[in-house]
Structures are given as C-alpha cells and as structure tokens.
C-alpha cells in the first residue's frame, strides 16, 4: 500500500472564493468565530487576513478529504507545511488543537506584519541560475536564503534596499531570473525577531499533544522535536522545502497529497524528485 504525506501550503497560495466550498462546515464557521472578523473579505490587505484564510481553507480541505477518502487515512504516514502551512499539519496530526491554532495563527498573522512595518523589507524570488552563486550573493548583500523550495527556486529575504540590489545583481552574478515577490516584509530572517518573541510568547500556553504521525519542521526538515520553540525559531530561519521532500521520499513517502488552495506545493514535489 502507498505511504501518503500530507502537506499544506503557505502564504501566496490563496485565491479569490477559495472558502466557497467550505462556508457552512462547523470547524470553518468556528475559526471565523474564534478570529473575531471574517479574512476573506479583506484578502487584499495583506498578511494580517491572508494567513488566517489560507489556514481555514487548509484544515477544512483536510476534513474533506479524511471524509471523503477513508480508506486512504491509515496510509497517511507523514505530514508537513510550507511556512504557515505547518500549522494545519500540526492541527492534523493533533499537534495542535483547532482552537488553539486559529489563535496562534492570528497572533502570528499580525506578529509578522507588524514586524514588518518596523522593519522594512522584502523577499526576491530567484528562478534557476547557480545554486552557489545564489548564495554567495545572499552573502555578499547581508540576504537570507528565506526558501529553498525546490532545484532552481531560492527564495532571499531581506531590507528592501538589499533585495533591490540582489535583483540588480541577479542575471550577471547568478544566471538567475530575479523576481520580486508580493508580500510585505522579509519573512524567514533576522527582521522578523520581534515577531518571532511574541509568537513564543503565544506558544508558551499551548498544549502540545502527540503526534498521530511525523510532522516535518520547515527549520529542520525532520521530523518536530520541540514544537514551541522550532515553530517560533522558523520566523527567523529559511524553509528547507527541498530537503524535506528529499526526507519524506527517503522515509518511505510515495504519495503527497496537498490541502489548501492552489497546486504550488504539487508542483514543488514533482520538480524536487524529478530532479533527484
């Protein structure tokens, strides 16, 4: 029988009436309840409502599909998320109570953009071009690799006078298409510290309980041995999405199934295993 990962996409992933299919089911009307506001009808604004729509969406797909694919429930070997997506991983493993997660969403959701309004930054996605070379320019502009997410898809993070420069700089010093991203801060680097302090904070009454399966950190891509304080620490550090896919297919994974909005992360996984 195959072994299945779950996975769960980040932000960038949402979508105009993505919560159309869910609106109506009890978890869905609940999170909205427990936000206090509804975050689809403000989808535009940016991280503060994106992240907490995207998580809803994320663990209602998940409810669908354990509803709607029984048999296949005892395959699910493993889990992971993308970023944000860690925490509908963690909720469907029973990491994380629901309850809990939509708050420490939301706390995360407003940390990060508040972050961000204090420190101005942003992130540069960098398409193909030299792995090293890559890197090396991250290095030389004081860049943070934000995202490893695949062979040729790097992902630097940081001020936004360096993230000019690294665009600049791209196509001569890395053969790299350089593209600058839509978001509003320099996630996954040094910037988001204060983000990083109250969402340990948050973390720090929550209950963690034990794990219905594997839940790969994006810090480490292994396995989650202090959920608390790696879920806080992957504010600040890159998410290893490439080296968690190359994890998962060593433990035995043979199928990734995505919840959530969008394909992006089905297409990371074709395009690392391929490339492997």
Known sequence: MPSIAAIFPGQGSHAA???EPYRGSPAFERGLELLGFDPFERLDEGTRFQQPAIFLCSVAAWDV???????????VRAAAGHSLGEYAALVAAGVLKFDDAVL???????????AGDANPGGMV????GDDHAVRALA??????VANDNAPGQLVLSGATEDIARAEEAAREETGARARILPVSAAF????MEPAAARLA??????????????????????????????????LLGPVRWRETMLALRAAGIDRYVEHGPGAVLTGLVKRTLAAA
């Open 17 to 19: 009436d993505m919560d």
């Open 65 to 75: 599909w354990r509803e709607e694919s029984a048999g296949e429930l005892s395959q």
């Open 104 to 114: 420490l969403v939301r706390e995360r959701a407003a940390a990060m953009a508040d």
């Open 125 to 128: 996605a960098m398409l193909g």
């Open 139 to 144: 290095t030389r502009l004081g860049l943070t």
């Open 188 to 191: 996954h680097s040094p910037l």
């Open 201 to 234: 904070a948050a973390l720090a009454g929550v209950e963690i309980g034990p794990a219905a399966f594997p839940v790969y950190a994006n810090g480490s891509a292994a396995p989650f041995k202090d959920v608390r304080a790696e879920l806080s620490q992957n």
